[in-house]
């Protein structure tokens, strides 16, 4: 096999880690905004720190290897859709992390709630639902899919 | 073509999503969303393998790397998100099964990743 076939292939696994960890993420949060008890809404948010580790390595490692290949193959990074892809990426990770601290807050704010009673909250359904945090998490996973098409339709070569 | 690529890509990374949920929510013995999971990995693994052969006859594309990802693909990630179904199902009333379920799972979604490598590299 070719540094490129290597590359390549490295490059997939690592963007399947980064989308298919996101989609961990968001089957995990969607499903905890269906329970109403805290300590089942605290379960399902812990739960998707494991798929945060994926997407994070993911991003990371499909970053690097993607750079990598660029320069293996003596590519340009001032070629439109490559530079554009690696502008989606900031965007995603950025929009994700800050998406990321609205659930994290939602997970500590179920974990004390379920301390101290387990009784369904308001204040508990207001932030897993949050339209602010929900935006932030749809636009990071939106981004990572413009960046698939970018690599699927390599517009302008 | 590149709609039927980025569609078949997107199935698959969904599938490995799924099958991600799986292995998670069974290590902390959450069988109902595991389950339910493990069904929508199959369905969509479904969808995956029909667009890629879809894609195949586009293309008209042969060779053993082709060959190596479509058995992964069916006995590996297809038939391991059907044994998923069932033995989540089963686990309720058999809680020492967890840690067998979970490796499974996992076993299932590095399949699904190796799947992804050779497709992408195409090594023959």
């Known amino acids: 096999m070719t540094t490129t076939q290597w590359l390549l292939g490295f490059h997939l696994v690592a963007a399947f880690l980064f989308v298919s960890g996101a989609v961990a993420v968001g089957v995990l949060a969607t499903a905890a905004t269906r329970r109403e008890r805290p300590s089942e809404v605290a379960s399902l948010l812990g739960l998707t720190r494991v798929a945060v580790v994926l997407v994070a390595v993911g991003s990371l490692l499909a970053l690097v290897l993607g750079v990598a290949l660029v320069r293996h193959q003596g590519r340009s990074f001032g070629t439109g859709w490559i530079s554009a892809a690696l502008?989606?990426?900031v965007v995603s990770v950025v929009l994700g992390s800050i998406g990321g601290r609205s659930a994290r807050h939602a997970r500590y704010l179920a974990e004390r709630l379920a301390s101290e009673g387990d009784l369904p909250s308001d204040e508990l359904r207001r932030s897993l639902t949050s339209a602010r945090a929900q935006a932030l998490n749809?636009?990071?996973f939106v981004a990572a899919l413009a960046i698939l098409a970018l690599m699927v339709w390599q517009p302008g070569g | 073509m590149n709609a039927l690529l980025f569609l078949h890509v997107l199935a698959a990374m969904?599938?490995?999503g799924l099958l991600m949920v799986?292995?998670?929510a069974a290590g902390a013995r959450m069988w109902r969303p595991a389950r339910l999971a493990?069904?929508?990995?199959v369905v969509i693994t479904i969808v995956a393998v029909g667009l890629g052969e879809g894609l195949a006859a586009d293309e008209d594309a042969a060779g053993t790397w082709l060959d190596v990802s479509r058995g992964l693909a069916v006995f590996g990630v297809l038939l391991g998100g059907a044994?998923?179904?069932?033995?989540t199902g089963l686990a309720q009333s058999r809680p020492r099964w967890r840690g067998s379920i979970v490796a499974a799972a996992s076993v299932v979604v590095s399949i699904g990743l190796a799947v992804a490598f050779v497709m992408s590299a195409k090594p023959s």
Do not use: E, M
Request: glycine share 10%; net charge neutral; charged share 0%.
């Open chain 2, 14 to 16: 969904t599938a490995v």
């Open chain 2, 83 to 87: 044994a998923l179904i069932v033995v």
């Open chain 1, 87 to 89: 502008a989606l990426w």
């Open chain 2, 22 to 24: 799986v292995a998670i």
């Open chain 2, 38 to 41: 493990a069904i929508g990995a």
């Open chain 1, 138 to 140: 749809y636009g990071s």
